[in-house]
């Protein structure tokens, strides 16, 4: 089938998300709107139309602490079983003294749902639904006895409030009721003598915790024409041309230590705002707030006819066709996902973004930070949301709070920490089993994130401003890790490589310094001691992380030539494990690269290989990252068409439900944002000392553009086009001035003809250092050979702040 590239001149078809049918009954055919406080999911229902309702503070519960006070006499029992290879009686032991004895995490939950019922709409024509992701607009239409219905659903950015236009193109033809239902035990739906419709209550006990969030949705409609009339529990309208529903919902909520909010009059305060307003002046601050940042990227893979079908026909199709719009669309559609669901001043993505229809959803919905939760996150910096980034590192400044007192009480150690997971009340003990829970670098890891906001963003105040959280970050490093009795080195113990285990451990996940815990040490030692010389404080202390991070142990090859999971050289080749956390020195980190350390580069990639590629929708978003840094643009391709696969395709799991959601199964919003992640790793690297262009193309993506991505120091590349797999033309603005070091695929020079220098030694900007990694330990038995690289091209560009500089290819 042809493809036809569009340049920006031309009109690219708009990005939407279409449907032929309704949602009927299941959730995941629904159609997400949402401003970052409150999340609707559209059924496009005709009689019975469904609205589902949250908003990011429901949550059950109340502030609470679930740290283990018995850790810290049991911990050098459990660090002397670990170190004589008892780990399965070291994790009996964890089961008992550090697994919590109290609340495993509060549930984030649902208001419930608005319904809107459309009495003698039972036989309907010319059905069409769409999610309209340049406008941050979803919409519905048919037909009636010769009436156009229309139907458009928005989560308003400045009014804070979903809006519902509904309309009929003949007068006098609108009627249907609106009523709420809601599986809260403790609960009140009535009318009010306005006519407004509420539903108030208080969010549920869990696990030993009082739910003390008290809630609060009232419904106003204002109509065209006809009238409004009101039973104890319902709305209904008849006669009208058109009708305005507002809705508006909010809690007591104020942060993790204060629920003193009064959620009835902030809910009538958004409300009597909103609906002093048409939905039509509505409508364009809307668009413009949520395009301030959706606009920001344009990506194009060219057109074909495919384009022209629904959503979920081509989803089908996928795999077996070349449909790249299908790419571009699901690429862009997590960005969507993380405007919509992310908005400064709220709470962070969780594990459904801000979507849950459920009491007690998978993993209570909430934050997984072993990998899931900062997956939601990394798309923000390299797509241009920058700004979104602020609730998730909001959110570790607060960890790095309540993480005090677990570090203290569990630990006896200085600084912050936090285990694998939390929820909106910041917990930081050890939950679920010592099989999962048992990880102590949810904090390390977590405030890499706030370092990695510095390095694109180049602000030295904010750096100033976060220094103490990463500096508590390795002051708990510096106080927990211990000398390993055989090696020397200084190592995590208890640790795990989370959620797997080698056979050799008796089933167990419990060890010392495994892998992803040694790279997640010597970035957190790194990101402070940089930051420490860049404010030019903490001398003495940041020797002192020096000297621990020499004594990190080093990465090791293994007899398969895999990168060793654990210390000892126990991995099985045969593990299709969905976790595979040593990675994390290829990616987030840039621990492994292709050029400085090619044998750990090599090692990584055979470890991919015996993972394989199917797994759950999560996962394989991790793997189009890892294939993406391994420069192998077909291998992180062909995870691209196993993710866009329907659910069920595949019976490992995995895959993508007919709206777009990733498909873990069930339902978990990080693939959507670690595959946006990941193919925006597949054109530009900000990483190992430079900014690559085109690092992983696959042979399938011969021509596009894309432009607006950020790399780290400020640079954005406001525009890359390629033909025939070769960069053809490249704009990139410096933000903070510095040396732009470049590495493409094919030779450029500047727009009026002149060379570019050639790079040679370590790049001078200093958002660019990279830290040297410990040579690898190498297996006598290990087989490695080394790794086969495209030839590029390097060179230093010295920029100005503010000015922009194109190339093009010679």
């Given at each position: 089938?042809?493809?036809?590239?569009?340049?920006?001149?031309?009109?690219?078809?708009?990005q939407?998300?279409?449907?032929k049918q309704p949602s009927?009954?299941i959730w995941?055919n629904?159609l997400?709107?949402?401003?970052?406080r409150?999340?609707?999911?559209?059924?496009g229902?005709?009689?019975?139309?469904t609205?589902?309702?949250?908003e990011?503070?429901l949550w059950?519960?109340?502030?609470?602490?679930?740290d283990?006070?018995?850790?810290?006499?049991?911990l050098?029992?459990?660090?002397?079983?670990?170190?004589?290879?008892?780990?399965k009686e070291?994790?009996k032991?964890a089961?008992?003294?550090?697994?919590?004895?109290?609340?495993?995490?509060?549930?984030?939950?649902?208001l419930g749902?608005?319904?809107?019922?459309f009495?003698?709409?039972d036989?309907?024509?010319?059905?069409y639904?769409?999610?309209?992701?340049?406008r941050a607009v979803a919409k519905?239409?048919?037909?009636?006895?010769?009436?156009?219905?229309t139907?458009?659903v928005?989560?308003s950015f400045?009014?804070?409030?979903?809006v519902i236009?509904?309309?009929?193109?003949?007068p006098?033809k609108?009627?249907?009721?609106?009523s709420?239902?809601s599986?809260?035990?403790?609960k009140?739906i009535?009318?009010?003598?306005?006519k407004?419709l509420?539903i108030?209550?208080?969010?549920?006990?869990h696990e030993?915790v009082?739910?003390q969030?008290r809630?609060?949705?009232i419904t106003?409609?204002?109509?065209?024409g006809?009238?409004?009339t009101?039973?104890?529990?319902?709305l209904n309208?008849?006669?009208?041309n058109a009708?305005?529903i507002?809705i508006?919902?909010?809690?007591?909520?104020k942060?993790?230590?204060?629920?003193?909010?009064?959620e009835n009059a902030l809910?009538?305060?958004?409300?009597?705002k909103?609906a002093?307003k048409s939905?039509?002046s509505?409508?364009?601050?809307?668009?413009?707030?949520?395009q301030?940042?959706f606009?920001r990227v344009?990506?194009?893979l060219?057109?074909?006819?495919?384009g022209n079908?629904?959503?979920d026909?081509r989803?089908?199709?996928?795999?077996?066709?070349?449909d790249p719009?299908?790419?571009t669309l699901?690429?862009q559609y997590?960005?969507?996902l993380?405007i919509?669901s992310?908005?400064p001043?709220?709470?962070?993505a969780?594990?459904q973004g801000?979507w849950?229809?459920?009491?007690m959803?998978?993993?209570?919905?909430?934050?997984?930070?072993?990998i899931?939760?900062?997956m939601?996150?990394?798309p923000?910096?390299?797509?241009?949301?920058s700004?979104?980034?602020e609730?998730?590192?909001?959110?570790?400044?607060?960890?790095s709070?309540?993480?005090?007192?677990?570090?203290?009480?569990?630990?006896?150690?200085?600084?912050?920490?936090a285990h694998?997971?939390?929820d909106?009340w910041?917990?930081t003990?050890?939950?679920?089993?010592a099989?999962w829970?048992?990880?102590?670098?949810?904090?390390g890891?977590t405030?890499?994130h706030?370092?990695?906001h510095?390095?694109?963003?180049g602000?030295?105040a904010y750096?100033a401003?976060i220094?103490?959280i990463?500096?508590?970050a390795?002051?708990?490093?510096?106080?927990?890790?211990?000398e390993?009795p055989?090696y020397?080195?200084?190592?995590?113990?208890?640790?795990?490589s989370?959620e797997?285990?080698?056979?050799a451990?008796?089933?167990?996940?419990?060890?010392?310094?495994?892998?992803?815990?040694n790279?997640?040490?010597?970035?957190?030692?790194?990101?402070t001691?940089?930051?420490?010389e860049?404010?030019k404080?903490?001398?003495a202390?940041?020797?002192?992380?020096?000297q621990?991070?020499?004594?990190l142990p080093?990465m090791h090859v293994g007899q398969?030539g895999?990168l060793q999971e654990?210390?000892d050289?126990?991995?099985d080749?045969n593990?299709h494990?969905?976790?595979?956390?040593h990675?994390?020195?290829?990616f987030?980190?840039?621990?492994?690269s292709?050029?400085r350390t090619?044998?750990l580069?090599?090692a990584a990639r055979?470890t991919?290989l015996?993972?394989?590629?199917v797994?759950t929708?999560?996962?394989?978003?991790?793997?189009?990252?890892?294939?993406a840094r391994?420069?192998?643009?077909?291998h992180?391709f062909t995870l691209?068409?196993?993710?866009l696969?329907?659910?069920g395709t595949?019976?490992?799991?995995?895959?993508?439900?007919?709206?777009l959601?990733?498909?873990?199964p069930?339902?978990?919003i990080d693939?959507?944002?670690g595959?946006?992640?990941?193919?925006t790793e597949?054109?530009?690297?900000?990483?190992?000392g430079?900014?690559?262009l085109?690092?992983?193309?696959?042979?399938?993506?011969?021509?596009g553009?894309?432009?607006g991505?950020?790399?780290q120091g400020?640079f954005?590349?406001?525009?890359?086009?390629?033909?025939a797999g070769?960069l053809?033309?490249v704009?990139?603005?410096?933000?903070?001035?510095?040396?732009?070091r470049l590495r493409t695929?094919?030779t450029?020079k500047t727009?009026?003809?002149?060379?570019?220098?050639q790079?040679s030694?370590q790049?001078?900007?200093a958002?660019?250092?990279v830290?040297?990694?410990?040579s690898?330990v190498?297996?006598p038995?290990?087989?490695l050979?080394?790794p086969t690289?495209?030839?590029?091209?390097?060179?230093d560009?010295?920029?100005?702040?503010?000015?922009?500089?194109?190339?093009?290819?010679?």
């Open positions: 089938m042809a493809i036809t590239l569009t340049g920006y001149a031309q009109t690219p078809r708009v939407k998300l279409w449907y009927g009954k995941e629904a997400p709107v949402g401003n970052g409150q999340g609707a999911m559209v059924y229902n005709v009689v019975n139309e609205i589902q309702l949250n990011h503070t059950s519960g109340g502030p609470n602490r679930n283990n006070p018995e850790a810290l006499a049991a050098p029992e459990i660090r002397k079983l670990i170190f004589e290879n008892k780990q070291a994790e032991l089961n008992k003294a550090i697994i919590t004895k109290k609340s495993h995490g509060q549930m984030f939950q649902p749902d608005l319904r809107l019922t009495p003698g709409h036989t309907f024509t010319n059905y639904r769409e999610l309209d992701i340049e519905t239409t048919y037909q009636v006895d010769g009436v156009n219905y139907r458009e928005l989560a400045p009014d804070r409030v979903i236009r509904l309309t009929a193109d003949k006098g609108l009627a249907f009721n609106a709420y239902a599986l809260h035990k403790t009140s009535k009318t009010n003598t306005a407004d509420t108030a209550g208080t969010t549920q006990d030993g009082k739910g969030v809630f609060k949705g106003r409609i204002k109509t065209e006809g009238n409004v009101a039973n104890d529990t319902a309208v008849a006669g009208a009708a305005t507002y508006s919902i909010a809690t007591n909520f942060n993790y230590n204060d629920i003193s909010g009064d809910a009538a305060a958004y409300l009597d909103a002093s939905f039509a509505m409508l364009n601050p809307h668009i413009a707030a949520y301030k940042y606009k344009k990506f194009n060219g057109t074909t006819e495919l079908l629904p959503t026909e989803l089908k199709n996928f795999r077996n066709v070349n719009e299908l790419v699901y690429y997590g960005r969507y993380l919509s992310s908005q001043g709220g709470q962070p969780n594990l801000i849950n229809n459920k009491m959803p998978p993993w209570d919905s909430k934050y997984t930070i072993n899931n939760a900062q939601n996150y990394w923000a910096e390299r797509t241009n949301l700004e979104l980034h609730p998730f590192l909001k959110m570790v400044e607060e960890l709070q309540t993480g005090k007192e677990t570090a203290r009480t569990m630990y006896g150690a200085r600084g912050w920490m694998h997971n939390t909106i910041r917990a003990g050890a939950i679920d089993g099989f829970g048992m990880w102590i670098a949810g904090g890891w405030s890499q706030l370092w990695q510095y390095l694109y963003q602000d030295k750096l401003r220094y103490p990463l500096k508590g390795a002051t708990f490093y510096a106080d927990f890790l211990i390993h055989k020397k080195w200084l190592v995590v113990n208890p640790g795990s989370p797997n285990a080698p056979a451990h008796e089933g167990s996940s419990l060890d010392a310094g495994t892998t992803m815990d790279q997640i040490a010597f970035d957190v030692f790194s990101s001691i940089r930051a420490a860049i404010l404080k903490d001398a202390f940041t020797d002192s992380l020096r621990m991070r020499k004594r080093p398969h895999q654990w210390l050289d126990v991995d080749p593990d494990h969905r976790h595979v956390s990675l994390y020195g290829l987030p980190s840039d621990q492994i292709a050029y090619p044998e580069f090599a055979t991919l015996h993972r394989g590629d797994s929708g999560w996962s394989m978003g991790w793997k189009v990252n890892w294939w391994l420069q192998d643009g077909n992180a691209i068409k196993s993710q696969s329907p659910l595949s019976k490992e799991g995995g895959g993508t439900y007919n709206n959601f990733d498909a873990h069930p339902f978990q693939g959507n944002f595959c946006t992640s990941g193919i597949m054109l530009m690297q900000s990483a190992d430079s900014v690559h085109l690092p992983a193309l696959p042979d399938v993506w011969q021509a553009n894309i432009g991505l950020l790399a400020g954005e590349v406001v525009n890359m086009e390629w033909k070769k053809t033309k704009q990139v603005k410096s933000k903070l001035g510095g040396n732009l695929p094919n450029l727009a009026s003809g002149k060379s570019l220098g790079a030694g790049n001078a900007n958002f660019y250092q830290e040297p990694v410990a690898a190498l297996s038995k290990a087989n050979s080394a690289i495209k030839k590029t091209f390097l060179y560009i010295p920029t100005q702040a503010g000015k922009s500089y194109v190339f093009v290819a010679q």
